[in-house]
């Protein structure tokens, strides 16, 4: 059976838009620049954003969160065997270090004037050898009314220190300097002449014992850190 006229016609339609088609796709190819999306750029446009949170501030005397408004922030960190030495600071700066050459076994003390906030002396008292006992006392004698006084244990702090040194200490607010023994790591921040709140961290003590030591002959080293409103008195 032959076919039909019309599906002559139909079929010699199609042939011709084939023909079109294919002629019209090479005619738009030879004149498009030769520009290529690799299979990576494709998958690039594809991707969502990656959404990072930023980086977070650095806060002062390395704080994770900043103090308030109208308040000092301060950082007390006690030396941790014979390589790490004590080190505090106050307002972002770094009163005693191994980097100021101002800290030393025993008991290292900075003095701060309360009202404008900048540090006024800086020592460190040696209680293995000689007799600095005394000398810490003078030392705290002389700090003025209205000062703050920071205080970390490098090393030993207690072997040479007396009672009467001990007494005062206390009635600067200490609590713990009374138990303080061979090698104990100790912090503390007092004040002279006015009263800090109870609301913040003011003293930390470990001691040295072998089961738990972290270092040969040594316990950890301790921390306080805080923030200090600056209308107390």
Not at 37 to 42: D, G, H, M, Q, V
Not at 113 to 131: I, L
Request: proline share 5%.
């Amino acid at each position: 059976m032959k076919p039909s006229r019309h599906c002559l016609v139909r079929l010699t339609g199609l042939l011709l838009t084939s023909l079109a088609a294919w002629y019209l796709g090479f005619f738009i190819a030879a004149r498009v620049p030769p520009t290529t999306i690799s299979n990576a750029e494709f998958q690039g446009i594809r991707k969502k954003p990656v959404l990072r949170a930023p980086v977070p501030k650095r806060q002062k005397c390395d704080h994770w969160s900043p103090c308030p408004p109208g308040n000092y922030a301060y950082r007390i960190l006690s030396g941790g065997g014979k390589g790490k030495m004590a080190k505090i600071c106050f307002e972002d700066e770094l009163l005693i270090s191994e980097g100021n050459g101002n800290v030393g076994r025993g008991i290292n003390i900075a003095t701060v004037n309360y009202k404008t906030g900048k540090v006024t002396s800086t020592k460190f008292f040696d209680m293995w050898t000689g007799d600095h006992s005394a000398e810490m006392m003078s030392f705290l004698r002389n700090a003025q009314e209205g000062t703050l006084l920071l205080m970390a244990t490098h090393d030993d702090g207690s072997t040479l220190l007396k009672n009467d040194a001990k007494k005062l200490v206390e009635e600067l607010g200490s609590k713990e300097i009374m138990n303080i023994k061979f090698r104990s790591s100790w912090v503390f921040i007092g004040a002279k002449g006015f009263k800090l709140p109870d609301d913040i961290q003011k003293e930390k003590i470990n001691h040295s014992d072998r089961k738990t030591n972290r270092y040969n002959g040594w316990p950890a080293e301790i921390q306080i850190e805080g923030c200090i409103p600056r209308n107390l008195i």
